[in-house]
């Protein structure tokens, strides 16, 4: 079971071998989301990583490509090295953007085994923080 943060929400497609939810995914989206919050303090809030590795927990050692920033992070498993990151970010607004209003056109891209995405996740408490930037403006 991966464990994500109350603050966060996860989203993830069923794998397209075995038709459940692929562990080895979410345990690389787990730790990557660790890693991205560690790293906050330390970062800019522009700041992003990206790159390619394998699920070797993943019966099929699945290659994935991974894009991490501090508002999302995605990860596509079965994506070859060089895939077009494009069609898939394309792919993945129409999945899992529940605001996203158009689809994505068909490319030559193959579609991905599986996709996860983690989303930090705003409460109503969390709009009422005060924030440097409200404290140095308030009246």
Do not use: W
């Amino acid at each position: 079971m991966t464990k994500i943060s109350h603050t966060q929400s996860l989203m993830a497609t069923t794998c397209k071998h075995t038709g459940k939810t692929c562990p080895a995914l979410s345990r690389m989206a787990e730790k990557l989301a660790q890693a991205m919050e560690a790293a906050r303090p330390m970062t800019a809030e522009d700041f992003e990583i990206a790159g390619n590795s394998v699920l070797k927990h993943c019966p099929q050692h699945c290659p994935a490509y991974f894009h991490a920033s501090h508002d999302r992070i995605r990860i596509f498993a079965g994506i070859a090295e060089g895939a077009n990151t494009i069609a898939l970010d394309q792919m993945a607004d129409a999945m899992f953007d529940a605001g996203h209003k158009s689809g994505f056109a068909a490319t030559q891209q193959k579609a991905p085994c599986a996709m996860v995405e983690i989303r930090p996740q705003m409460y109503p408490s969390d709009l009422l923080k005060p924030t440097p930037e409200n404290l140095l403006h308030s009246g």
